[in-house]
Every structure is written in C-alpha cells, then in structure tokens.
C-alpha cells in the first residue's frame, strides 16, 4: 500500500488510524494522507480490526 492515500485503501469499519510517524515526525491521518514504506502507522480497534490492519500493512 505504499504510494496510496489511506481513502484508497479498504479498512476495517472497527479501526482508527491515530497517527503516523515518519522519521522524527509525528502526522494525524487524513484520507489524503499518502502511505510511504518504512512508516509506522499508531491505530486502534477491536482485535479483529487490528489483525486485519497487520494483514493489510505488514506485507
């Protein structure tokens, strides 16, 4: 998914993305935010959300 603004990508209806961090730099999520390699994505949902949120990043 790197390279896609998060509206492009189909998350589960129990997550929220909360923040991304790129480096040193600490971002709130938009739709129009773009998904980079390397970032690390802060998020919160139910277990089944979040599994599917590792499904859908970590890949």
Known sequence: ???KQISEISLPNN????AIYND????IP??????E???????FGDE???GKL?????S
Do not use: P, S
């Open 24 to 27: 040193d730099e600490l971002m």
């Open 1 to 3: 998914y790197a390279g």
């Open 37 to 43: 390699a390397g970032q690390d994505i802060l998020a």
């Open 15 to 18: 997550a929220l993305l909360i």
């Open 48 to 50: 089944q959300a979040i």
């Open 30 to 35: 938009h739709g129009d935010t773009l998904i």
């Open 54 to 58: 590792n499904e859908i990043f970590v």
